[in-house]
């Protein structure tokens, strides 16, 4: 960045030590001072440090002093989640909050005002040369010629190149040939594309084809495709190692010399050369690509051998093989199909050349040994693959140009030209080939002749020396990447039994151990020695490491996602999907079991990973897609009117810390899941100021939590002044469109009668909110409590003796927060409390007391959780009021009304004394309930009595009491009934009575909630509907 020029400023001696004052950071204006001067005694000296003291400060760039820093490479290096502050950049806070001096809290500056250049700090390189400072052996890194380029070329060409090219040319015509080569091309060009915009979107580091897959696709899929690609290419090691030991062991054979026998000639060799091998491999990079270069020159030298050869005039020994140099008719035969065994089919010969194409990851997957992966890899990769095109095309052309398809070899079958009998074109150069043509027991020519390309060139032994040349750099190229692979593999951790492996040594970090597994895994399949039955999977294996690159790219590209900014711009995302349906089909082309096979692999290892979910977060498109599917979902809804058939219990639950409640959170969470929404709710009472760094400490935490109980919800939080306005805040703000709460859920009070009246205020008028908002309500009480805040916290800490009872509400309070752990790791790995709704309930009852009609809600629930297996084995009995002399007809009305719900409900009771007197003990005891909360005002006008109440509204007058007697007298005799016929029930689901607002004091409507629900051993659960209907008995 070029450096502006600086104004002068008035001197101040001090003005650039570091320092800023709060003036500077806020702009004020007292002092009459623009921006670029400073106020008198707003100077930089130190003598009083701020917590952002430091050289950061006293930047060169913008000519005065600023918290702020400019762009800078460190700041955006390993960041990885959204919320990741950069190293060295200043907090929000720190730039928009009130400063406070803190001299034990300063920063270290990052960026020097002299370097603000946005470029990275000195590497190893430049830190050599400090004085004291011992120097870094640095890693040996390539470029896009010797690290990709090369190391593809090498890998793509190999023994199909020499002895099996010529005969697919003789087969399938010049022509036909072609069309092969370019069909296997075009996939691998895709790939090649696909490749370089994947590597060009974002750092590469090492780990090759699994890193690019398992960044991009996630580590499901990546973690699967990284483990076969690893494995194949330890296989693909023996496979060119005995391709070479076969090619030694048949020139051992021709001079009468083989070693043991020809099995184990090829076991042998080819233990002797994997062994050489690796010792290439464990000296180092540099060796390896030593190497590999010594390789390519042995290649290119017999490629030129060919071509020279192509242009020799042909001796008599190569005309009688069917050699005849350049010939425009031969040409023109060749160039037209001549199908042949069983093999002689366009998809036949495709299968037997298309792994000759394959290949092209090998620059890949050497990433982390590259100079720069984002160019390397793109620019390598596509040369090599046109180059490597090129010698395909040029070699079929050339050699079916020169050599006829069927010969005998023998110099006696020269003839005059001209002869009688003689058939082929041979004829016309005066060779007869005829006899042996029509017999198809020739054995020279294009397609009888595998060496046809030994016979033409200059120098035959140089065509060998290039078959030695193309399966040694293939097996050292996938010696090298399976250790590389798997190596990143193993670090991720996706698998068990593997991380033993993942160790690296040197300034290379060369996965020594991964050498060792690959070279033992090698040897086994050598000595089987013959691989024909595990070629088709490797290849299989390595196609579908296509497929899945091609579709990360167009699944990475369709997401749309901020993140996809390739720098590579030359690739298509329907040329992707392309890619990859094509490879698919490939596959099954190729061998359709070792397809099935390779499928059957992936998906089980898929399926581990899923089970595992292993706590990773790359910013996969799979994480795009997720979210482009649910917002997607979400607009979609809130188009669609609402049904009453497709109503859902949709629940804010006033959890407090989830894991305070755990009881609460598992009942909603049992009903809900894989059915509707629920969300935890939290309210977090306090300053702004101080609760918030706590808010967003906690919520990873409880969000793990969750998801550690099993529990589908999600949890939010609220920073409030109080628990009343905060629940207001939450029932109106909480959801998305359609995905909005319709019910709130909250623990009961157990403590009212100690607590706080204006807590106890509160509490009911929560209630009255929900209702006002249309809500539903669902209230849970349960004779232990729901509150384990202190027993957790007494585990934690044995000596904690709590101030006062922490609220029993479902909701947070001040004493509840202060008992949580504020590590979010701790807080998710803490021990899980079990409760009545995670274990069986066996052959029990639930018992539903619908009294009012709220709508069907408080059918609906016990319905949804008797749906669940842990108490699918339930009897659920329906509880109905009525009067004595109509009992028959009520129950057959009850019983045909829940038949057209479809509930399954058949045991209906009629309840016919439910409107007798409660026994005079507990009436008694409802009236000492209530005593110390009346204001025994001896029924005085209401002005009187409002006058009385000033300042504590929850009191109730004699005239409340007796207006509200045959209720309070119902909730108490509804408590015997309870007690009669539902004291073993496994869960107790009754209508919640409801108090009128303003005339029903807090008090008052906490002592029948009390009354109702005291001394009952199994949960009660008082549910109140909106008294809109949430069941039908229509089909529309």
Same mark, same amino acid.
């Given at each position: 960045?070029?450096?502006?020029?600086?104004?002068?400023?008035?001197?101040?001696?001090?003005?650039?030590?570091?320092?800023?004052?709060?003036?500077?950071?806020? $702009?004020?204006?007292?002092?009459?001072?623009?921006?670029?001067?400073?106020?008198?005694?707003?100077?930089?000296?130190?003598?009083?440090?701020?917590?952002?003291?430091?050289?950061?400060?006293?930047?060169? %760039?913008?000519?005065?002093?600023?918290?702020?820093?400019?762009?800078?490479?460190?700041?955006?290096?390993?960041?990885?989640?959204?919320?990741?502050?950069?190293?060295?950049?200043?907090?929000?806070?720190?730039?928009?909050?009130?400063?406070?001096?803190?001299?034990?809290?300063?920063?270290?500056?990052?960026?020097?005002?002299?370097?603000?250049?946005?470029?990275?700090?000195?590497?190893?390189?430049?830190?050599?040369?400090?004085?004291?400072?011992?120097?870094?052996?640095?890693?040996?890194? /390539?470029?896009?010629?010797?690290?990709?380029?090369?190391?593809?070329?090498?890998?793509?060409?190999?023994?199909?190149?020499?002895?099996?090219?010529?005969?697919?040319?003789?087969?399938?015509?010049?022509?036909?040939?072609?069309?092969?080569?370019?069909?296997?091309?075009?996939? %691998?060009?895709?790939?090649?594309?696909?490749?370089?915009?994947?590597?060009?979107?974002?750092?590469?580091?090492?780990?090759?084809?699994? =890193?690019?897959?398992?960044?991009?696709?996630?580590?499901?899929?990546?973690?699967?495709?990284?483990?076969?690609?690893? /494995?194949?290419?330890?296989?693909?090691?023996?496979?060119?190692?005995?391709?070479?030991?076969?090619?030694?062991?048949?020139?051992?054979?021709?001079?009468?010399?083989?070693?043991?026998?020809?099995?184990?000639?090829?076991?042998?060799?080819?233990?002797?050369?994997? %062994?050489?091998?690796?010792?290439?491999?464990?000296? $180092?990079?540099?060796?390896?690509?030593?190497?590999?270069?010594?390789? /390519?020159?042995?290649?290119?030298?017999?490629?030129?051998?060919?071509?020279?050869?192509?242009?020799?005039?042909?001796?008599?020994?190569?005309?009688?093989?069917?050699?005849?140099?350049?010939?425009?008719?031969?040409?023109?035969?060749?160039?037209?199909?001549?199908?042949?065994?069983?093999?002689?089919?366009?998809?036949?010969?495709?299968?037997?050349?298309?792994?000759?194409?394959?290949?092209?990851?090998?620059?890949?997957?050497?990433?982390?040994?590259?100079?720069?992966?984002?160019?390397?890899?793109?620019?390598? !990769?596509?040369?090599?693959?046109?180059?490597?095109?090129?010698?395909?095309?040029?070699?079929?052309?050339?050699?079916?140009?020169?050599?006829?398809?069927?010969?005998?070899?023998?110099?006696?079958?020269?003839?005059?030209?001209?002869?009688?009998?003689?058939?082929?074109? @041979?004829?016309?150069?005066?060779?007869?080939?005829?006899?042996?043509?029509?017999?198809?027991?020739?054995?020279?020519?294009?397609?009888?002749?595998?060496?046809?390309?030994?016979?033409?060139?200059?120098?035959?032994?140089?065509?060998?020396?290039?078959?030695?040349?193309?399966?040694?750099?293939?097996?050292?190229?996938?010696?090298?990447?399976?250790?590389?692979?798997?190596?990143?593999?193993?670090?991720?951790?996706?698998?068990?039994?593997?991380?033993?492996?993942?160790?690296?040594?040197?300034?290379?970090?060369?996965?020594?151990?991964?050498?060792?597994?690959?070279? #033992?895994? @090698?040897?086994?399949? #050598?000595?089987?020695?013959?691989?024909?039955?595990?070629?088709?999977?490797?290849?299989?294996?390595?196609?579908?490491?296509?497929?899945?690159?091609?579709?990360?790219?167009?699944?990475?590209?369709? !997401?749309?996602?901020?993140?996809?900014?390739?720098?590579?711009?030359?690739?298509?995302?329907?040329?992707?999907?392309?890619?990859?349906?094509?490879?698919?089909?490939?596959?099954?082309?190729?061998?359709?079991?070792?397809?099935?096979?390779?499928?059957?692999?992936?998906?089980?290892?898929?399926?581990?990973?899923?089970?595992?979910?292993?706590?990773?977060?790359?910013?996969?498109?799979?994480?795009?897609?997720?979210?482009?599917?649910?917002?997607?979902?979400?607009?979609?809804?809130?188009?669609?009117?609402?049904?009453?058939?497709?109503?859902?219990?949709?629940?804010?639950?006033?959890? $407090?810390?989830?894991? =305070?409640?755990?009881?609460?959170?598992?009942?909603?969470?049992?009903?809900?899941?894989?059915?509707?929404?629920?969300?935890?709710?939290?309210?977090?009472?306090?300053?702004?100021?101080?609760?918030?760094?706590?808010?967003?400490?906690?919520?990873?935490?409880?969000?793990?939590?969750?998801?550690?109980?099993?529990?589908?919800?999600?949890?939010?939080?609220?920073?409030?002044?109080?628990?009343?306005?905060?629940? &207001?805040?939450?029932?109106?703000?909480?959801?998305?469109?359609?995905?909005?709460?319709?019910?709130?859920?909250?623990?009961?009070?157990?403590?009212?009668?100690?607590?706080?009246?204006?807590?106890?205020?509160?509490?009911?008028?929560?209630?009255?909110?929900?209702?006002?908002?249309?809500?539903?309500?669902?209230?849970?009480?349960?004779?232990?409590?729901?509150?384990?805040?202190?027993?957790?916290?007494?585990?934690?800490?044995?000596?904690?003796?709590?101030?006062?009872?922490?609220?029993?509400?479902?909701?947070?309070?001040?004493?509840?927060?202060?008992?949580?752990?504020?590590?979010?790791?701790?807080?998710?790995?803490?021990?899980?409390?079990?409760?009545? /709704?995670?274990?069986? &309930?066996?052959?029990?009852?639930?018992?539903?007391?619908?009294?009012?009609?709220?709508?069907?809600?408080?059918?609906?629930?016990?319905?949804?959780?008797?749906?669940?297996?842990?108490?699918?084995?339930?009897?659920?009995?329906?509880?109905?009021?009525?009067?004595?002399?109509?009992?028959?007809?009520?129950?057959?009305?009850?019983?045909?009304?829940?038949?057209?719900?479809?509930?399954?409900?058949?045991?209906?009771?009629?309840?016919?004394?439910?409107?007798?007197?409660?026994?005079?003990?507990?009436?008694?005891?409802?009236?000492?309930?209530?005593?110390?909360?009346?204001?025994?005002?001896?029924?005085?006008?209401?002005?009187?009595?409002?006058?009385?109440?000033?300042?504590?509204?929850?009191?109730?007058?004699?005239?409340?009491?007796?207006?509200?007697?045959?209720?309070?007298?119902?909730?108490?005799?509804?408590?015997?009934?309870?007690?009669?016929?539902?004291?073993?029930?496994?869960?107790?689901?009754?209508?919640?009575?409801?108090?009128?607002?303003?005339?029903?004091?807090?008090?008052?409507?906490?002592?029948?909630?009390?009354?109702?629900?005291?001394?009952?051993?199994?949960?009660?659960?008082?549910?109140?509907?909106?008294?809109?209907?949430?069941?039908?008995?229509?089909?529309?």
């Amino acid at each position: 960045m070029a450096e502006l020029p600086v104004p002068e400023l008035p001197a101040a001696p001090a003005r650039c030590s570091g320092r800023f004052t709060i003036s500077t950071l806020l $702009g004020m204006e007292e002092g009459g001072w623009g921006p670029y001067a400073p106020a008198e005694g707003a100077g930089c000296d130190s003598a009083h440090p701020t917590h952002l003291s430091g050289g950061t400060l006293c930047t060169r %760039t913008f000519g005065y002093n600023t918290v702020d820093v400019v762009p800078a490479y460190e700041h955006y290096a390993n960041s990885k989640g959204v919320r990741d502050a950069g190293k060295g950049r200043p907090s929000l806070a720190d730039l928009h909050s009130i400063l406070k001096p803190d001299p034990g809290h300063l920063r270290t500056p990052v960026s020097d005002p002299q370097r603000s250049n946005g470029l990275p700090e000195p590497g190893p390189e430049e830190a050599a040369g400090e004085p004291g400072r011992a120097p870094t052996p640095e890693p040996v890194r /390539f470029g896009w010629v010797k690290g990709v380029m090369i190391r593809c070329m090498l890998n793509i060409w190999g023994v199909i190149l020499y002895l099996r090219l010529p005969w697919i040319t003789a087969q399938a015509g010049i022509a036909l040939t072609w069309l092969i080569i370019l069909m296997s091309v075009t996939v %691998t060009t895709i790939t090649g594309l696909s490749i370089s915009a994947i590597s060009t979107n974002g750092k590469v580091k090492s780990g090759g084809t699994y =890193f690019l897959i398992s960044r991009s696709l996630g580590p499901e899929l990546g973690g699967s495709i990284g483990l076969i690609f690893a /494995f194949a290419n330890a296989v693909a090691v023996a496979m060119h190692t005995v391709g070479f030991a076969e090619t030694v062991r048949d020139l051992l054979q021709e001079h009468n010399s083989l070693i043991v026998d020809p099995t184990n000639d090829i076991r042998i060799i080819g233990v002797v050369t994997v %062994t050489v091998l690796l010792g290439i491999s464990l000296a $180092g990079m540099e060796w390896e690509a030593k190497a590999q270069i010594l390789f /390519f020159l042995v290649i290119l030298v017999s490629f030129i051998n060919y071509l020279v050869g192509t242009v020799i005039p042909a001796t008599a020994e190569k005309q009688a093989k069917g050699f005849f140099s350049y010939r425009a008719d031969i040409f023109a035969q060749n160039f037209v199909p001549s199908w042949r065994g069983p093999e002689g089919s366009f998809f036949g010969l495709f299968s037997i050349f298309f792994p000759s194409a394959t290949g092209i990851l090998a620059g890949a997957n050497i990433s982390g040994d590259l100079k720069d992966p984002a160019v390397a890899i793109p620019k390598g !990769t596509l040369m090599a693959i046109f180059w490597t095109t090129v010698s395909y095309l040029v070699l079929s052309a050339t050699i079916g140009a020169c050599v006829v398809r069927d010969a005998s070899g023998s110099l006696n079958d020269s003839v005059p030209l001209g002869s009688p009998g003689c058939e082929g074109l @041979a004829c016309g150069y005066g060779w007869n080939f005829t006899a042996c043509a029509q017999r198809q027991s020739c054995r020279y020519g294009l397609s009888n002749y595998y060496q046809s390309m030994s016979m033409v060139s200059g120098f035959g032994p140089l065509i060998t020396a290039g078959i030695f040349g193309a399966t040694l750099s293939s097996a050292l190229a996938c010696l090298v990447s399976a250790p590389k692979v798997f190596q990143c593999l193993c670090k991720d951790q996706l698998y068990p039994l593997i991380g033993f492996f993942g160790k690296g040594y040197g300034r290379n970090s060369e996965p020594i151990r991964g050498y060792m597994l690959t070279y #033992i895994i @090698a040897i086994g399949f #050598i000595l089987i020695a013959e691989l024909n039955a595990i070629a088709p999977i490797i290849s299989n294996f390595f196609l579908c490491s296509y497929a899945l690159i091609n579709f990360s790219c167009f699944h990475a590209s369709i !997401t749309n996602s901020p993140g996809w900014r390739p720098s590579f711009r030359y690739y298509s995302k329907w040329a992707a999907l392309f890619g990859a349906t094509v490879s698919v089909v490939i596959m099954f082309l190729l061998t359709w079991w070792a397809a099935l096979i390779a499928f059957g692999i992936v998906i089980f290892l898929l399926g581990y990973v899923l089970y595992k979910k292993p706590d990773v977060n790359w910013g996969s498109s799979m994480q795009a897609s997720s979210y482009n599917m649910a917002l997607n979902y979400s607009v979609g809804l809130s188009e669609v009117d609402e049904h009453i058939k497709n109503y859902r219990p949709q629940c804010l639950v006033l959890t $407090g810390p989830p894991n =305070f409640r755990p009881a609460l959170v598992d009942f909603v969470g049992t009903f809900t899941k894989n059915l509707s929404l629920m969300l935890c709710g939290n309210v977090l009472i306090g300053p702004r100021k101080q609760k918030m760094p706590e808010s967003r400490l906690m919520a990873d935490g409880h969000t793990k939590w969750l998801v550690k109980r099993k529990i589908k919800a999600f949890y939010t939080d609220v920073v409030a002044e109080d628990l009343r306005i905060g629940v &207001q805040m939450l029932i109106q703000a909480a959801g998305l469109g359609k995905m909005r709460p319709n019910i709130l859920v909250l623990g009961y009070k157990r403590n009212w009668q100690m607590a706080s009246p204006q807590s106890l205020e509160d509490y009911v008028g929560i209630l009255h909110d929900a209702f006002d908002f249309k809500y539903g309500v669902c209230l849970m009480r349960m004779k232990e409590g729901l509150n384990v805040s202190r027993v957790m916290q007494a585990h934690i800490n044995p000596t904690f003796e709590a101030a006062e009872h922490p609220e029993e509400n479902g909701i947070s309070g001040r004493a509840a927060l202060g008992t949580g752990t504020a590590d979010p790791i701790a807080l998710a790995g803490e021990q899980q409390a079990s409760t009545i /709704f995670q274990s069986e &309930q066996g052959k029990k009852t639930i018992d539903i007391y619908w009294l009012f009609d709220d709508g069907g809600l408080t059918l609906l629930i016990p319905y949804l959780l008797g749906r669940k297996k842990r108490w699918g084995k339930c009897k659920i009995r329906v509880f109905v009021g009525g009067q004595i002399n109509r009992m028959d007809e009520e129950r057959k009305a009850i019983v045909s009304l829940l038949s057209k719900f479809r509930l399954g409900f058949h045991e209906v009771h009629i309840l016919p004394d439910i409107n007798q007197k409660p026994r005079p003990e507990h009436i008694k005891r409802f009236d000492d309930l209530i005593a110390p909360f009346r204001l025994n005002d001896g029924f005085k006008d209401e002005a009187t009595v409002n006058e009385m109440r000033q300042g504590c509204p929850w009191k109730i007058s004699d005239e409340e009491v007796d207006k509200n007697r045959a209720k309070s007298l119902r909730q108490v005799r509804l408590n015997e009934i309870l007690l009669d016929y539902s004291r073993d029930a496994a869960l107790i689901a009754i209508t919640l009575p409801i108090g009128r607002k303003g005339r029903c004091p807090s008090s008052l409507y906490m002592a029948w909630l009390e009354t109702l629900s005291q001394d009952l051993r199994p949960p009660i659960i008082l549910t109140r509907g909106n008294q809109e209907n949430v069941l039908t008995f229509y089909c529309q």
